[in-house]
């Protein structure tokens, strides 16, 4: 309650019992749930499941489930409902606006167990997962038989595809492959009454009414627990390149993005966008020597993926000589094999732990008309400096003002990494982003998705209509109001 003033806890939700905490260990065995702390799993801690990435937000479960299968979790929910015990699905829990840990002493329903690949088919190219399979396991599994999932990011180690999808990432190849609402072909759903919702088709089309898999495709686990995916994955590129590149200003860097977007077309898989300020972050932190020599005030990251290594190749260099002799880039590198490849993008991928280093971060993942994305980072650091807060000393609380993020997808992730986190670089910042925002028609929410920190701001870029017709929604799929309370919904 200090840390959310404006929120009560919801005093229809039950506390938690005893008896409450026998029936989940009788329906889910020894080992399966962490209670208080101390349980039947004797290493059990929930101060991992309390707690966010970024450790902003605490919640103060008391109980953590973990169930094995879809008619575990079908019953636990049931169960869940008919006593009015609030819950909180849980993947990888590296989301980035609070959404997956409680808020009070929510239930804490854990996807981790169910982690099997249920099916592939090598020519089709669909994929049947749990829920809880880690992303980087089932790139894995896909690269020994050729294929990609559509979908990378740089959490890829520790998210789930059920979290991926009920976030709707987007991540670093969202320009080649697409969003999750076309390349997700069905969905294995537990809705809160414990009904099972089962459309894990691998079908490529199917108009046969509503889409209702795409509710919970973005839905932030509000409406039910995605349990199956069936996925489309494309053919893994034999031949994949990476260039790094340094610019002089945000005009060169558009100038460059339409530059590849006409010369590399087909094959352009990623086009990235760090500035000079998260790079030397990067440096700061990693102590890692840098791509290009000297300071530039921006640099992108592209990468081509095709079938023709040398086609690919000479493609991009003839784009790389083309940008730098018209001066729109001013220096770049290409990397000759597979470990030059991940460090070029470790300065890409490793900007978000970075940027966590020194204590707090406010992030601001949005989607805006790419020719005014960077003027919001301009503005914003303008903004802090004038009011005294950023600096090197530790009466300063903001230590850097960052903008990075997916240029070809118009998404910038604005980030304003801080000593600790403080009310008054808070007050600063909300809601003069959002309204910024707004006024240019962009979103407060790219792919991140809205929690708990957007949740009073979706009026910025949602109409009253709209809302309602949210609210309509989850009081259909959730009467009893017990998926992810108090979260944006
Ligand atoms: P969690 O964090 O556990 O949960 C996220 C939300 O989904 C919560 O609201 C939770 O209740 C709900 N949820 C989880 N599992 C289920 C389920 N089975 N059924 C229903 N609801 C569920 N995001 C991007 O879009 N693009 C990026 O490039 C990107 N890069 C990142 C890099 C780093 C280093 C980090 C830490 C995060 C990044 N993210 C990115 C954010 C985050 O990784 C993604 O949102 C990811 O998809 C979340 O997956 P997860 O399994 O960790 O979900
Ligand atoms: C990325 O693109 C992620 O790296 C995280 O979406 C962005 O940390 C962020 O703000
Ligand atoms: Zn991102």
């Not at 801690?45 to 575990?72: C, Q």
């Amino acid at each position: 309650s200090e840390k959310y003033p404006n929120m009560k806890r919801d005093t229809r939700f039950s506390q938690l019992n005893s008896r409450h905490v026998q029936y989940f260990k009788d329906l889910l065995g020894g080992g399966s749930a962490v209670i208080d702390g101390v349980s039947v799993d004797a290493s059990a801690d929930l101060e991992p499941f309390n707690s966010d990435w970024m450790r902003k937000y605490k919640g103060h479960t008391k109980l953590v489930i973990k169930p094995a299968s879809t008619e575990e979790i079908s019953q636990a929910l049931k169960y869940c409902n008919d006593n009015m015990l609030a819950v909180v699905p849980q993947g990888g829990n590296t989301g980035l606006v609070g959404g997956s840990v409680p808020v009070y002493d929510e239930i804490v329903l854990s996807t981790s167990r169910i982690n099997t690949i249920r099916s592939f088919d090598p020519v089709a190219g669909t994929l049947v997962v749990d829920a809880g399979c880690i992303l980087e396991s089932v790139d894995q599994f896909l690269a020994d038989k050729g294929y990609i999932f559509p979908l990378d990011l740089g959490a890829k180690g520790s998210c789930q595809i059920g979290g991926n999808v009920a976030t709707n990432a987007g991540g670093l190849r969202l320009l080649r492959y697409g969003s999750l609402h076309g390349n997700v072909l069905g969905l294995e759903v537990v809705l809160p009454d414990g009904t099972i919702m089962d459309d894990l088709t691998t079908l490529r089309k199917n108009n046969t009414g509503y889409d209702l898999k795409q509710l919970f495709i973005g839905g932030e686990g509000t409406l039910g627990i995605i349990t199956g995916v069936s996925i489309l994955c494309p053919q893994r590129s034999q031949a994949v390149n990476v260039a790094f590149f340094a610019l002089e200003s945000f005009e060169k860097v558009q100038h460059a993005y339409r530059e590849a977007k006409q010369q590399l077309s087909e094959i352009l898989s990623a086009f990235e966008l760090m500035d000079g300020r998260s790079q030397d972050l990067v440096h700061n932190v990693t102590n890692k020597k840098r791509p290009l020599e000297g300071d530039h005030p921006f640099y992108c990251l592209i990468e081509t993926s095709g079938s023709n290594a040398e086609h690919d190749k000479e493609k991009l260099h003839q784009f790389l000589e083309h940008v730098m002799s018209e001066e729109i880039v001013s220096d770049g590198t290409l990397a000759d094999n597979a470990s030059q490849m991940q460090s070029l993008w470790s300065w890409r991928e490793g900007i978000t732990e970075c940027l966590g280093h020194w204590g707090g971060v406010y992030k601001y993942d949005v989607s805006i008309p790419l020719s005014d994305l960077y003027e919001l980072v301009e503005d914003t650091r303008a903004r802090l400096s004038s009011a005294g807060l950023v600096g090197d000393t530790n009466e300063h609380p903001v230590v850097a003002v960052v903008g990075y993020g997916h240029m070809g997808d118009s998404n910038l992730h604005l980030n304003v990494a801080t000593r600790r986190f403080d009310k008054a670089v808070e007050e600063k910042l909300e809601p003069f982003v959002y309204e910024w925002i707004a006024k240019r028609n962009g979103s407060i929410s790219a792919e991140h998705g809205l929690g708990l920190q957007k949740k009073p701001y979706i009026g910025y870029s949602r109409s009253e209509t709209m809302i309602r017709l949210m609210k309509q929604i989850k009081e259909l799929f959730d009467p009893r109001g017990i998926m992810n309370p108090y979260k944006y919904i």
